[in-house]
């Protein structure tokens, strides 16, 4: 398994063996399913390992690789409500693992937009 050995700001550097961080800026509209990242490639999956996301409205959302399979429950939110997921202390221990050869995508509800940014990485994982 990759090591990810620090943490990275808003540019993209590969570090370890087969494993590179990106960020990505989110802005999905109410009432779809947004595609935040296409799938990465053949043998390589998407680990989410930090989220700074606001809710413009009241609703709901939920996390789900392009295969249409929940990656998380249903969040309910407030208007204006925020939504972060701290980069974890251990890279290993990601929030969200897409499966192998998967995008992310986020399913909002009629009334809820979602903004803000993401960070995370795309693990080789052929052995």
């Given at each position: 398994?990759a090591?990810i050995?620090?943490?990275?700001?808003?540019?993209e550097e590969?570090?370890g063996?087969?494993?590179s961080?990106?960020?990505?800026a989110i802005?999905?509209a109410?009432?779809?399913t947004?595609v935040?990242?296409?799938?990465?490639?053949?043998?390589?999956?998407?680990?989410?390992l930090?989220?700074?996301?606001?809710?413009?409205?009241i609703g709901?959302?939920?996390?789900?690789?392009?295969?249409?399979?929940?990656l998380?429950g249903?969040?309910t939110?407030?208007?204006?409500?925020?939504?972060?997921?701290?980069?974890?202390?251990?890279?290993?221990?990601?929030?969200?693992v897409v499966?192998?050869?998967?995008?992310l995508?986020?399913t909002?509800?009629?009334n809820?937009?979602?903004d803000?940014v993401?960070?995370?990485?795309v693990v080789?994982v052929?052995?």
């Open positions: 398994m090591t050995t620090r943490r990275l700001g808003n540019f590969t570090i063996q087969g494993v961080i990106r960020t990505v802005n999905a109410k009432n779809t947004a935040l990242l296409a799938a990465p490639g053949a043998n390589k999956q998407i680990w989410v930090s989220l700074d996301a606001l809710c413009l409205a709901s959302l939920t996390f789900k690789d392009s295969g249409g399979g929940a998380s249903l969040y939110v407030a208007a204006n409500q925020v939504i972060h997921w701290e980069t974890t202390p251990n890279a290993n221990i990601p929030w969200l499966g192998t050869n998967l995008g995508s986020v909002l509800s009629t809820t937009d979602l803000g993401m960070t995370y990485a080789d052929k052995d």
